[in-house]
């Protein structure tokens, strides 16, 4: 359990993500407790500070005026980023999640600007900022995770050019053209031009950021670099680059091979009635995932008669998400609406056609339902990268089952060998989705080692590796 500390401690290595890798739980008599919260980012770095401890500067996900204090929690040193629910409403909710997301998602939803969203922004970056000086040490190396914390490299190196500063983006960096929409476009650039490193999923998410240096900007840029006035030196380089992330390979596969995963998986197909062929779609429930075009191609077939339950059955588990931005409520709606009207129509007594479950699922039930699903359907219209995907093939030890996956990932970069689709194509999909159903097994089976090569050999240990030699030098 956690220990208060109260002096100041530095550390060599310090990361700063919106969200600390702990959920603060309050039990009923009162006393707090800090549970992990499982995630690849959390294995990535674990394995990047074996051997050293480093801290993880971010917010503990509740409201709250007064900071916590920093504590100890397996190996990391935990310095908590107190928000008001104010700034919760303005900063998170507000800019990150309905300024920022839609504008770095091909706007699929208008993107909305408020003034006063953006000066919490800048406010709650301050914060950070101040967090990760206190406690890096004197050369210290300074990860920086996401679009919530864009501002904080700038204020970081204003404070610290002792430091070297990393930042990673895990979601797209739009193209200029929709970047320049945002009001305070030069600011954000001005803000990510604080780091030493800038990583980026795709090559071409780099890319949009360097061009929009230039265009939007006016900085003089070179390839990847983007040269930045830097007194009293002539300048500096700050380089953008591809890295994609990926997942705990290791760790999945593992939990795959386990004798009662592999039961879990059986008894789950039987439960829904042994159907021949399983879908699956597994997403937090947002308009990026691409869940109404996927449930549209899947009404479709079976209007057409292509399928049909019990043979067929789609399993869609959506984990909440979002539930106070209004653009996540009508989703869900829409969903919702859209999963009852294919029952209404399709289903038969004891085999619905879609099984929709609104809540999330432990690692494990996870890998189970993986390995029961004969078609994994993942299709966005914009993915940063897509963990869904790596964990699904991951997670097929025995080269079973079919990907469907959408070229809008960044994932689709490293796994075109999957049965591709343009979700917006919705005739495309539809026969995506058919083929991975008809195509012989050890074809099949022959497509799955490709994609497995491909995960199992790019870890996210080595990942957050790769992105610590490219932020230091050495690589
Ligand atoms: P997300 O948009 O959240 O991540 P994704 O990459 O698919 O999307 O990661 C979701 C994670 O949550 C996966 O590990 C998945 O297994 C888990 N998950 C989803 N639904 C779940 C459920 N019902 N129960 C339990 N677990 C569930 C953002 C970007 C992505 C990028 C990642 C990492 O939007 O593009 O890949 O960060 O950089």
Redesign the pocket.
């Known amino acids: 359990q956690a220990g208060a500390t109260t002096e100041a401690e530095t550390f060599d290595l310090v990361i700063a993500a919106n969200r600390l890798p702990v959920d603060k739980v309050v039990l009923d008599d009162g006393t707090v407790e800090w549970q992990r919260s499982p995630?690849?980012?959390v294995t990535a770095m674990e394995s990047v500070m074996a051997g050293r401890e480093g801290a993880w500067v971010g917010w503990t996900g509740q409201p709250g005026d007064e900071a916590d204090a920093p504590f100890h929690n397996e190996g990391i040193y935990l310095r908590p980023v107190a928000l008001t629910a104010d700034e919760i409403a303005a900063y998170y909710e507000g800019f990150s999640n309905d300024t920022l997301w839609p504008i770095y998602h091909d706007v699929i939803v208008p993107a909305t600007f408020h003034r006063a969203w953006w000066s919490a922004y800048e406010a709650v970056n301050r914060r950070f900022a101040d967090a990760v000086c206190e406690v890096a040490a004197p050369g210290a190396v300074v990860w920086i995770h996401?679009y919530q914390l864009q501002l904080v490299p700038a204020l970081v190196r204003a404070q610290r050019q002792d430091v070297r500063i990393g930042w990673f983006n895990?979601?797209?960096f739009p193209p200029v053209e929709l970047f320049a929409q945002l009001p305070w476009r030069k600011r954000v650039l001005a803000g990510l031009l604080g780091a030493d490193f800038l990583g980026f999923?795709r090559v071409a998410d780099a890319k949009n950021f360097v061009r929009a240096c230039r265009q939007l900007g006016g900085w003089q840029t070179k390839g990847q670099n983007v040269v930045v006035a830097d007194p009293p030196r002539e300048h500096r380089i700050v380089r953008a680059a591809a890295v994609p992330?990926s997942?705990d390979t290791q760790g999945l596969a593992e939990l795959a091979n386990r004798p009662e995963t592999r039961a879990r998986a059986r008894e789950l197909r039987a439960s829904l009635g042994n159907p021949e062929v399983l879908m699956l779609g597994?997403?937090?429930l947002?308009y990026?995932?691409g869940i109404r075009h996927r449930l549209k191609a899947y009404e479709e077939l079976l209007d057409d008669g292509q399928i049909a339950p019990p043979d067929v059955t789609f399993v869609q588990?959506?984990?909440p998400?979002r539930e106070r931005v209004e653009a996540y409520r009508q989703l869900r709606e829409e969903v919702e609406l859209t999963v009852g009207r294919i029952n209404g129509n399709h289903s038969v007594i004891g085999a619905p056609a879609v099984h929709y479950?609104h809540?999330?699922?432990?690692?494990e039930?996870?890998v189970a339902l993986f390995l029961a699903a004969d078609v994994m359907v993942v299709t966005?219209l914009r993915?940063?990268?897509?963990?869904?995907?790596k964990?699904y093939v991951a997670s097929r030890t025995d080269y079973g089952g079919a990907l469907v996956l959408s070229e809008f990932?960044?994932?689709y970069h490293e796994l075109h060998q999957a049965f591709v689709c343009n979700p917006h194509d919705i005739e495309g999909l539809k026969n995506a989705m058919l083929h991975a159903i008809q195509t012989p097994a050890d074809q099949k089976r022959r497509i799955m080692r490709a994609l497995r090569r491909r995960v199992m050999a790019h870890d996210v240990q080595r990942w957050a590796a790769r992105f610590l030699a490219d932020l230091t030098g050495t690589s």
Do not use: C, F, W
């Open positions: 995630g690849g980012l996401d895990h979601i797209p999923q992330i997942i597994v997403d937090r947002d990026t995932k588990i959506a984990t998400s479950i809540h999330g699922y432990p690692r039930e996870m966005p993915d940063g990268m897509n963990l869904v995907a964990e990932t960044g994932a």
